[in-house]
């Protein structure tokens, strides 16, 4: 199979997914909940409402058309990026969502790469140095930080590092005064907000990091019993040409995958990363409208975190395509 | 007979060599003891904790930090709970004298106090109505020289033992008029009296209008009500007149406004339920929460919460994945399609956001959040069975028992499946973890029972109050949760060397 019927199935595949999907966002949001309690999410709770009343509603919403224009309606809407208005601050989801992603963004982004890093630098030397004291502490600390909530994680930061010593903020992403009184030095405003991003990025960092220092320390434990890293020893390779040219080529093809698998569990630690730290990001955003029972701007983040995790999926497997000779496109 | 026998004998050696080397294993031990400890923890919660852990509001004051932090620096100025009587109410002749209270009067023998059986002043419904009350006479016949004034002051001092102030007083005081003749109203102050000096908190004119009526000031008499805070604006009633370690009073005076000669006077008053609460500024072992609740009874009761879900829906969701895998390996073909392309599908689901909108959805009871963890957790297990028993299947153990005539789910029970009961018991153990930490994490988020308090439920509260700098708020449980969650992880890695021999030699 060559490289384009590869490409040609995984593209049918993705497609698939992203329609299951979208049909499942549809089941869950408006079949789910019934039709009273649509109607009751529109005129609000235990109000009185007469048959007129509803029939308006129904007529309104297209609550009484049949369930086929309804799915129709929907695919359009969710297809055409109108994801609805949303009920606590009635301005339109995808104007929310704009103001809301950056910081996610950066936040994600920035812990990514530092997780990614550390990881797979603690991975390595603890796989060349296999037993000792770092291998030990390094394994004992990511076990920990998998089994320590997040949300622990990050209350215990701010306990410590907001509260106690006093050197770095306890939330938000920019001091409140900044909203009528605006800084216009540039050096204040990074350096101000790089404080503010230093604690949830650290503890979004410390979510991850310990998945990729396992991951790495395993397979690089497997390529360097191979044989030609026997050979490349044998040559007189530094050591560290060993480790990084030689192990570390041959074992970083399964992180590429596992990066993007990871990808679904980093959404959630992201969305209680921002609620406990009040960064003004989707998880919070996710966070105001759970309190709100905010379902158009819950359907859009269900939507954007699985549509996100397909892409990331798919881009992987590209990707894995491409880097691995081996791979015969099956 | 005998085979049966001898097979039960087999699996007793074999158990007997489990338990050999599973107590071989640190691990395993570590895990066994904090796991015991938290399960004889949710065992004895209902005794070691005397408070409901939800509806005892008010056991202390609001955000109490616990009593022995007073020993500690820092601490010197917490005060805990005080009231002046635990049965209130003047409920026999010789009450009065019994509770210790002072009864001054101007001029002296104006009035006439004792104990009437059969009149309460309390309201109807109140448990103090059929107790009877303290009966406070005054008259004076038309043509006898006037007062002017006659004061009665009822009184009780107390000595308050903490450097620092209690964090609420919450007065009390039950008062009917039955007579009142000559006069036009008669004034009641009830006060505290700080260091010898007097302080209102609430006072009354009893006039026509309330003749006869049970007056129950109730919240009125507390630091917290709007007229008592007003008095003592901008500071805090009970810091502005707690002032530390000493002598205070606190009691109620009736003021009867006497100077016409020429009528007769007659006032005639029913009182009883005076008493005093102060809320202490620390409580218990681990203080109280926003609404004055024990933390410690909340951390107890929040164990059995925590083992219900992770062991249920961890169950659940592996019973379900064991399932699927065993059908979809074992059978193969069209099953195996359907179930696999259906696993792949949940798997690429965003697993926190469905959870939070399921639970939002449907209403995040206990056993929703249970149903839901259950229902959503099993993908990955089932894909794991099923890997293994593709390789089993193809065994010749597997062969011998189809040629010898076994259908499918005789194959399935008595072949495949003990040979994938290690895994099985290994993966319950490890996914036990995550289904507490994601519960936790669904609380933390608001996404709790009303009705139940659960260890996530309480740092919800903790950064819902801004109280994050509480240490012995926030520790606790997030200990709690990070040390049981652990505990199963041990567990499961320990039983995965020995279950898993392979494993065993590669460490």
């Given at each position: 199979?060559?490289?384009?019927?590869?490409?040609?199935k995984r593209?049918?595949?993705?497609?698939?997914?992203?329609f299951?999907?979208?049909?499942?966002?549809?089941i869950?949001?408006?079949?789910?909940?019934?039709?009273?309690?649509?109607?009751?999410?529109i005129?609000?709770?235990g109000?009185?409402?007469?048959?007129?009343?509803?029939?308006?509603?129904?007529?309104?919403?297209?609550?009484?058309?049949?369930l086929?224009?309804?799915?129709?309606?929907?695919?359009?809407?969710?297809?055409?990026?109108?994801?609805?208005?949303?009920?606590?601050?009635?301005?339109?989801?995808?104007?929310?969502?704009?103001?809301?992603?950056?910081?996610?963004?950066?936040l994600?982004?920035?812990s990514?790469?530092l997780?990614?890093?550390?990881?797979?630098?603690?991975?390595?030397?603890?796989?060349?140095?296999?037993?000792g004291?770092?291998?030990?502490?390094s394994?004992?600390?990511?076990?920990?930080?998998f089994?320590?909530?997040?949300?622990?994680m990050?209350?215990?930061?701010?306990l410590?590092?907001?509260y106690?010593?006093?050197?770095?903020?306890?939330?938000g992403n920019?001091?409140?005064?900044?909203?009528?009184?605006?800084?216009?030095n540039?050096?204040?405003?990074?350096?101000?907000q790089?404080?503010?991003?230093?604690?949830?990025?650290?503890?979004?960092?410390?979510?991850?990091?310990?998945?990729?220092v396992?991951?790495?320390?395993?397979?690089?434990?497997?390529?360097?019993?191979?044989?030609?890293?026997?050979?490349?020893?044998?040559?007189?390779?530094?050591?560290?040409?060993?480790?990084?040219?030689?192990?570390?080529?041959?074992?970083?093809l399964?992180?590429?995958?596992?990066?993007?698998l990871?990808?679904?569990?980093?959404?959630g630690?992201?969305?209680?990363?921002?609620?406990?730290?009040?960064?003004?990001?989707?998880?919070f955003?996710t966070?105001?409208?759970?309190?709100?029972?905010d379902t158009?701007?819950?359907?859009?983040?269900?939507?954007?975190?699985?549509?996100?995790i397909?892409?990331?999926?798919?881009?992987?497997?590209?990707?894995?395509?491409?880097i691995d000779?081996?791979?015969?496109?099956? | 007979?005998?085979?049966?026998?001898?097979?039960?004998?087999?699996?007793?050696?074999?158990?007997?060599g489990?338990?050999?080397q599973f107590?071989?294993?640190?691990?395993?031990?570590?895990?066994?003891?904090?796991l015991?400890?938290?399960v004889?923890?949710?065992?004895?919660?209902?005794?070691?904790?005397?408070?409901?852990?939800?509806?005892?509001?008010?056991?202390?004051?609001?955000?109490?930090?616990?009593?022995w932090?007073?020993?500690?620096?820092?601490?010197s100025?917490?005060?805990?709970?005080m009231?002046?009587?635990?049965?209130?109410?003047?409920?026999?002749?010789?009450?009065?004298?019994?509770?210790?209270?002072?009864?001054?009067?101007?001029?002296?023998?104006?009035?006439?106090?004792?104990?009437?059986?059969?009149?309460s002043?309390?309201?109807?419904?109140?448990?103090?109505?059929?107790?009877g009350?303290e009966e406070?006479?005054?008259?004076?016949?038309?043509?006898s020289?006037a007062?002017?004034?006659a004061?009665?002051?009822?009184?009780?001092?107390?000595?308050?033992?903490?450097?620092?102030s209690?964090?609420?007083?919450?007065?009390?005081?039950?008062?009917?008029?039955?007579?009142?003749?000559?006069?036009?109203?008669?004034?009641?102050?009830?006060?505290?009296?700080?260091?010898?000096?007097?302080l209102?908190i609430?006072?009354?004119?009893?006039?026509?209008?309330l003749?006869?009526?049970?007056?129950?000031?109730?919240?009125?008499?507390?630091?917290?009500?709007?007229?008592?805070?007003?008095?003592?604006?901008?500071?805090?009633?009970?810091?502005?007149?707690?002032?530390?370690?000493?002598?205070?009073?606190?009691?109620?005076?009736?003021?009867?406004?006497?100077?016409?000669?020429?009528?007769?006077v007659?006032?005639?008053?029913?009182?009883?339920?005076?008493?005093?609460?102060?809320?202490?500024?620390s409580?218990?072992?681990?203080?109280?929460?926003?609404?004055?609740?024990?933390?410690?009874?909340?951390?107890?009761?929040?164990?059995?919460?925590?083992?219900?879900?992770?062991?249920v829906?961890?169950v659940?969701?592996?019973?379900?994945?064991?399932a699927?895998?065993?059908?979809?390996?074992?059978?193969g073909?069209?099953?195996?399609?359907?179930l696999?392309?259906s696993?792949?599908?949940?798997?690429v689901?965003?697993?926190?956001?469905?959870?939070?909108?399921?639970?939002a959805l449907?209403g995040?009871?206990?056993w929703?959040?249970?149903?839901?963890?259950?229902?959503?957790?099993?993908?990955?297990?089932?894909?794991?069975?099923?890997?293994?028993v593709?390789?089993?299947?193809?065994?010749?153990?597997?062969?011998?028992s189809?040629?010898?005539?076994?259908?499918?789910?005789?194959?399935?029970?008595?072949?495949?499946?003990?040979?994938?009961?290690g895994?099985?018991?290994?993966?319950?153990?490890?996914?036990?973890?995550t289904?507490?930490?994601?519960?936790?994490?669904?609380a933390?988020l608001?996404?709790?029972?009303?009705?139940?308090?659960?260890?996530?439920?309480?740092?919800?509260?903790?950064?819902?109050?801004?109280?994050?700098?509480?240490?012995?708020w926030?520790?606790?449980?997030?200990?709690?949760?990070?040390?049981?969650?652990?505990?199963?992880?041990?567990?499961?890695y320990?039983?995965?060397?020995?279950?898993?021999?392979?494993?065993r030699?590669?460490?």
């Amino acid at each position: 199979m060559g490289l384009k019927t590869y490409l040609a199935k995984r593209i049918i595949y993705t497609l698939v997914l992203v329609f299951f999907v979208l049909t499942l966002n549809f089941i869950i949001f408006e079949l789910l909940p019934g039709q009273a309690s649509t109607i009751e999410a529109i005129t609000g709770k235990g109000s009185r409402v007469s048959q007129a009343q509803i029939q308006a509603i129904e007529n309104q919403y297209g609550l009484n058309q049949p369930l086929y224009v309804r799915y129709y309606k929907y695919m359009y809407n969710v297809l055409s990026l109108q994801f609805g208005i949303s009920l606590r601050t009635q301005h339109s989801v995808l104007q929310d969502l704009i103001s809301f992603l950056p910081n996610t963004l950066v936040l994600l982004g920035a812990s990514t790469i530092l997780a990614v890093v550390i990881g797979i630098g603690l991975g390595m030397l603890s796989a060349y140095k296999r037993g000792g004291a770092l291998d030990t502490s390094s394994v004992v600390a990511s076990l920990t930080t998998f089994s320590l909530p997040t949300f622990w994680m990050g209350l215990l930061a701010i306990l410590i590092f907001s509260y106690t010593l006093n050197i770095l903020p306890s939330g938000g992403n920019e001091p409140a005064f900044w909203a009528y009184n605006p800084p216009h030095n540039l050096l204040t405003i990074v350096s101000t907000q790089i404080q503010y991003a230093i604690l949830p990025v650290a503890v979004l960092t410390l979510f991850q990091y310990g998945f990729y220092v396992l991951l790495t320390r395993a397979t690089m434990l497997e390529t360097l019993n191979e044989d030609y890293i026997t050979t490349a020893r044998a040559k007189g390779v530094s050591e560290r040409n060993v480790l990084v040219k030689h192990a570390f080529k041959n074992a970083s093809l399964p992180l590429v995958t596992s990066v993007a698998l990871a990808f679904g569990g980093i959404l959630g630690g992201a969305i209680i990363t921002e609620t406990v730290f009040r960064w003004p990001g989707l998880g919070f955003w996710t966070f105001l409208s759970i309190q709100f029972r905010d379902t158009p701007v819950l359907q859009t983040i269900f939507y954007l975190g699985a549509m996100g995790i397909i892409i990331a999926n798919f881009v992987a497997d590209i990707l894995y395509g491409l880097i691995d000779p081996r791979i015969k496109y099956g | 007979m005998s085979a049966r026998r001898a097979a039960l004998d087999f699996q007793w050696r074999r158990f007997k060599g489990f338990l050999k080397q599973f107590g071989k294993s640190k691990r395993a031990i570590i895990g066994i003891v904090v796991l015991v400890f938290y399960v004889g923890f949710a065992l004895v919660a209902p005794f070691v904790t005397p408070y409901d852990p939800l509806y005892s509001n008010f056991l202390a004051g609001e955000f109490a930090k616990p009593t022995w932090l007073s020993g500690l620096p820092g601490g010197s100025s917490l005060s805990q709970n005080m009231q002046l009587f635990s049965t209130p109410g003047f409920s026999s002749p010789s009450s009065l004298q019994d509770q210790g209270w002072n009864v001054t009067q101007s001029p002296a023998g104006a009035f006439v106090v004792h104990y009437n059986k059969t009149q309460s002043a309390a309201l109807p419904n109140s448990t103090l109505a059929n107790t009877g009350s303290e009966e406070i006479d005054y008259s004076r016949t038309a043509g006898s020289p006037a007062p002017g004034v006659a004061i009665i002051t009822i009184s009780k001092s107390f000595v308050w033992p903490y450097s620092g102030s209690p964090w609420r007083f919450a007065g009390s005081l039950e008062l009917l008029m039955s007579e009142l003749q000559g006069v036009n109203a008669v004034k009641g102050d009830v006060f505290i009296s700080s260091l010898g000096l007097p302080l209102p908190i609430y006072n009354v004119t009893l006039d026509r209008s309330l003749f006869g009526e049970a007056i129950s000031p109730g919240f009125s008499l507390d630091s917290h009500s709007s007229n008592v805070k007003q008095l003592y604006t901008p500071s805090d009633p009970a810091q502005y007149i707690f002032l530390g370690k000493g002598a205070y009073a606190y009691g109620v005076q009736f003021t009867v406004p006497d100077d016409n000669q020429a009528v007769s006077v007659g006032v005639k008053l029913f009182l009883t339920d005076l008493n005093l609460r102060l809320y202490g500024t620390s409580f218990g072992l681990l203080g109280t929460d926003q609404y004055g609740r024990d933390i410690f009874s909340q951390l107890a009761w929040g164990t059995r919460v925590s083992l219900l879900v992770g062991l249920v829906a961890s169950v659940v969701a592996v019973a379900i994945g064991l399932a699927v895998g065993l059908v979809a390996g074992y059978l193969g073909r069209v099953v195996d399609e359907v179930l696999m392309r259906s696993t792949d599908l949940l798997l690429v689901l965003p697993g926190l956001p469905l959870l939070i909108i399921l639970a939002a959805l449907l209403g995040p009871s206990i056993w929703n959040v249970i149903a839901i963890l259950a229902l959503l957790g099993w993908p990955g297990f089932a894909r794991i069975i099923r890997a293994q028993v593709l390789s089993i299947k193809e065994r010749s153990f597997i062969e011998a028992s189809k040629a010898a005539g076994s259908g499918v789910s005789h194959v399935i029970t008595k072949h495949v499946l003990p040979n994938v009961m290690g895994l099985t018991y290994v993966n319950l153990a490890l996914s036990v973890p995550t289904a507490i930490v994601t519960e936790a994490s669904l609380a933390f988020l608001g996404l709790r029972d009303p009705n139940v308090i659960s260890w996530g439920g309480m740092l919800n509260d903790v950064q819902g109050t801004g109280n994050v700098a509480s240490w012995w708020w926030v520790l606790p449980p997030g200990l709690s949760i990070a040390l049981l969650s652990l505990s199963f992880i041990l567990l499961g890695y320990a039983l995965d060397e020995i279950l898993n021999p392979r494993l065993r030699m590669r460490r």
